[in-house]
């Protein structure tokens, strides 16, 4: 069984930064994916960077170029760098994971992609609050 932490949610300003973690505790296969999800009131769920088990990102629009995706496998953590935050960025933020390449990416030009389609991840935590003021 997967289980997953997040941490490092907050209030913070326009523009400012906030930077995510997510501590996965259980085993993963090696063809996996992770992700970072939010939802603000009233919306539904969407995806906002992914990585998978060899290093390949996904980036929603909203976030490229304001949002990094890491993973540190000697912490078993994964990260959300979040900077330039903007009054929109404002949700709860969900990490989400998946163990099979078959359901969570997609295969193109030779390597293996994370989706950031939310129906796609079968592991999740429970959230943490990101606010961001004007």
């Known amino acids: 069984q997967v289980q997953l932490a997040e941490s490092g949610g907050g209030s913070v300003q326009s523009g400012g930064s906030l930077r995510l973690s997510c501590l996965i505790s259980?085993?993963?296969?090696?063809?996996?994916?992770l992700g970072w999800f939010r939802q603000a009131p009233g919306k539904e769920r969407e995806g906002v960077a992914a990585i998978g088990s060899e290093g390949s990102t996904n980036y929603a629009d909203s976030s490229k170029g304001r949002f990094t995706i890491s993973h540190d496998n000697a912490k078993n953590t994964l990260y959300l760098q979040m900077d330039s935050l903007k009054p929109e960025d404002t949700a709860i933020y969900y990490c989400?994971?998946?163990?099979?390449?078959?359901?969570?990416?997609?295969?193109?030009?030779?390597?293996?992609?994370?989706?950031?389609?939310?129906?796609?991840?079968?592991?999740w935590g429970q959230g943490t609050q990101v606010t961001v003021s004007s």
């Open positions: 989400a994971a998946d163990d099979s390449w078959a359901s969570c990416a997609e295969f193109r030009g030779g390597r293996y992609f994370p989706l950031t389609d939310h129906t796609a991840y079968y592991y």
């Open positions: 259980g085993y993963l296969t090696t063809d996996h994916c």
